[in-house]
């Protein structure tokens, strides 16, 4: 028999009772089962690996008793006005690969996510629909979790706006922040946009129209509820301020101190009299609750809050949020707005809020009226559940927008998914099967090429590590795929097909062998978080064990004289290009072009002005300029003030386009630029140069812009 010693601070014994706790039991209890389940190999082929293996599953096993640190992520909720397209989905997917990741490194995590149903926008689609709102958004909710559940996301908690215990802590929590006096009844009048449920005042409109979304506001007057928002206002400065991590990416901390914070908070509309479908206000029910603080606050009653002081012990786990994950468009309301209701509250403010950016349609934002939405399900139809999953996750910059086509899909499906990965995995285990009947050994004869790739494949989970903590998902996928790139450059260094031709090389082509196994071992194992059932299908075909991420510092685990599958399955079959899009094509088949219309060219003549000479225009100086940072000028209805890049100086100009840009559009772009005029006062604010436009006939202007990037400074001739 085997002797086996435990000596472990975290196992209790009792000399009153002369026992082991009850806990120290069940730990031991595992630590037994373990070792009747692994097995023990002889004194002649006893390995250090076979050692190492087995402490680290035990040490697994000990951590599992332990208490693990929490987690808790929420993505924005859903609004239930129709189906989600991929650009919707995508952020659950990326919370998705987030929550399995932090779960792989030992976080216990609650990941939340759900649908938001209430609002006007709801109740005139269920009156076209000709069904009740409830039924509307009975019917919407179950298609957005089908989808979520489709894409394979492994969320704790789907809620809904409509669930009873949310609309109950909704109303005592507009009933508290009343009695505060952070609320007061006023009569509001303005601009409001149905759709994005929210009021903009004349100046804020762009071309007449809403900011956010470009489509058209109408006037509305009713009474209404306000917050104070101005009285939390410094202290949301002041913590922004000291808390850097906050609102991620940097720009969009930016925006919303330049654009928002520091030149001053309006009172918030927080109630609505002109439609009925939403929480009413129980003490005024002729009004109810304004969507978003009906919607934000279920990142807090979804787990459990009660303002009477009631809240649930998974409430006092959980909060704060470690992280809020919402779209970029929907920033403000989630680093100003909720902040402040949480204030009202007395709650702490979640640690982080990252605004990611759009996926977009090749042609631009995805929207049913442009008629260039894809779906999800569509996409998996063509190309399974992780090949959605690897192309939203990996296409999408930390920052800015990231693009989806058809083309660009199977280009990535047939280049990395099937080639580099799927092929990958296929021959390895053919040439398992073909030269050793599938038996992966580890003969140990090494040459120096293997410590390349052994270290460069331990050099990788740090990486992935580093990027997963900053949310760089797309880089840290990156960062897994370049171990299956090296283990495809192995094979053409090693050449086990030469090998396999020498009887005296037999044993080294074992080890290259075993070699490439384990190295997809390590690379299926980070790829888990983010293509899930692409790494169980791998392990599968391996005859391997899932492992731990602390696992993957070390080399040589994967159990020598193990057997791989005698047929490997295709992970990705390749697509060809036109026969996609001719399915595509059935599936959206162009809409029946209307009776061509004699077209106009459409030209503007404006009066002449005097001729000047080619000397006098040579006295004038253009460049490109970049704008870095951009406000609007206090007092003015038209003008923008923007901080712009020309060469190595930046310039302050003003321009009178806050009508057609707005001052977060601005930042970012490179236009041309007089720079030579005699600097002027507007408004008060210096002016040094002018930022040229092109106007129509109905005075909408148009940044005049390069055509190619051109560096900032560069001189126009």
């Given amino acids: 028999g085997s002797e086996m010693c435990i000596r472990d601070r975290n196992l209790r014994y009792s000399k009153k009772s002369h026992c082991l706790s009850e806990a120290s039991l069940r730990f031991f209890r595992m630590v037994l089962a373990d070792f009747q389940t692994l097995r023990v190999p002889s004194s002649r082929n006893r390995t250090e690996n076979n050692y190492i293996f087995r402490s680290v599953h035990i040490q697994k096993r000990r951590q599992q008793t332990m208490e693990k640190q929490k987690y808790y992520i929420t993505t924005a909720i859903a609004y239930t006005s129709g189906k989600p ?328 499906l047939n280049s990395e998914l099937a080639n580099t990965l799927g092929n990958l995995v296929n021959r390895t285990i053919s040439m398992s099967n073909k030269y050793f009947g599938g038996v992966v050994e580890n003969k140990g004869v090494t040459e120096p090429v293997d410590d390349d790739l052994k270290n460069f494949i331990l050099s990788v989970p740090a990486k992935v590590n580093e990027k997963m903590d900053k949310l760089r998902v797309a880089d840290a996928m990156t960062e897994v795929f370049t171990i299956f790139k090296r283990c495809n450059k192995y094979i053409d260094e090693t050449m086990p097909w030469a090998l396999a031709k020498d009887e005296e090389k037999k044993d080294r082509l074992a080890t290259v062998l075993y070699n490439l196994v384990e190295g997809i071992c390590i690379g299926a194992v980070l790829l888990k978080s983010f293509m899930p059932e692409t790494t169980e299908r791998i392990l599968a075909q391996l005859n391997a064990q899932d492992r731990e991420l602390e696992d993957l510092k070390t080399f040589g685990l994967y159990p020598s004289g193990n057997k791989v599958t005698e047929k490997p399955e295709i992970l990705f079959a390749r697509l060809d290009l036109k026969e996609v899009l001719a399915k595509v094509a059935e599936l959206h088949p162009p809409k029946a072009e209307e009776p061509a219309k004699e077209e106009k060219e459409d030209v503007i003549d404006i009066e002449a002005k005097p001729e000047i000479t080619f000397e006098d225009f040579g006295k004038l100086q253009f460049q490109v300029g970049k704008i870095i940072k951009c406000e609007e000028v206090k007092k003015s209805k038209k003008l923008l003030c923007s901080q712009v890049q020309i060469g190595s100086q930046v310039r302050q100009i003003v321009s009178g386009i806050k009508a057609h840009y707005s001052a977060e559009e601005m930042v970012g772009k490179r236009v041309m630029v007089v720079t030579n005029l005699k600097p002027a006062k507007l408004a008060g604010v210096l002016s040094e140069g002018m930022i040229l436009c092109a106007e129509d006939a109905d005075g909408n202007l148009s940044l005049m812009v390069p055509e190619k990037e051109m560096p900032a400074g560069a001189e126009i001739c």
């Fill in 85 to 412: 397209h991929i650009g919707n989905t995508y952020e659950v997917v990326l919370a998705d690969a987030i929550a399995r990741y932090k779960r792989q490194q030992g976080y216990d995590v609650f990941f939340q996510t759900g649908t938001d149903e209430h609002g006007q926008k709801i109740e005139l689609k269920a009156e076209e629909a000709g069904i009740t709102p409830k039924e509307f958004v009975d019917n919407v909710s179950g298609e957005i979790k089908r989808i979520w559940d489709l894409m394979n996301t492994s969320y704790d908690k789907f809620i809904r706006t409509t669930d009873e215990d949310h609309e109950k802590q909704v109303k005592k929590i507009f009933k508290k922040m009343y009695a505060k006096g952070d609320i007061y009844k006023g009569h509001y009048e303005g601009m409001y946009c149905t759709p994005c449920e929210s009021f903009f005042t004349e100046s804020q409109l762009v071309d007449g129209k809403c900011p956010d979304c470009g489509r058209p506001c109408v006037p509305a007057k009713e009474e209404a509820y306000f917050f104070k928002m101005s009285k939390y206002a410094d202290k949301l400065i002041d913590y922004i301020n000291t808390h850097p991590d906050f609102i991620q990416p940097e720009s969009r901390k930016n925006e919303m101190m330049n654009n928002f914070l520091l030149p001053g908070l309006q009172d918030l509309c927080v109630s609505r009299t002109s439609f009925k479908w939403g929480i009413p206000v129980d003490f005024d029910p002729k009004h109810v609750v304004y969507v978003w603080l009906d919607a934000l606050t279920n990142y807090i009653t979804g787990i459990g809050y009660d303002c009477d002081g009631e809240s649930t012990e998974q409430f006092n786990k959980l909060w704060p949020a470690d992280l809020h994950l919402i779209g970029k468009d929907i920033i403000r309301f989630h680093t100003i707005y909720w902040p402040i209701f949480l204030m009202s509250l007395d709650l702490p403010l979640p640690k982080q809020v990252f605004g990611h950016p759009w996926l977009l349609q090749g042609d631009g934002k995805m929207s049913k009226s442009k008629g260039n939405v894809i779906y999800a399900d569509e996409l998996v139809d063509f190309f399974g559940v992780d090949a959605v999953r690897y192309f939203v996750l990996h296409e999408m910059p930390f920052e800015n927008d990231g693009v989806i086509t058809w083309e660009l899909m199977v280009e990535r």
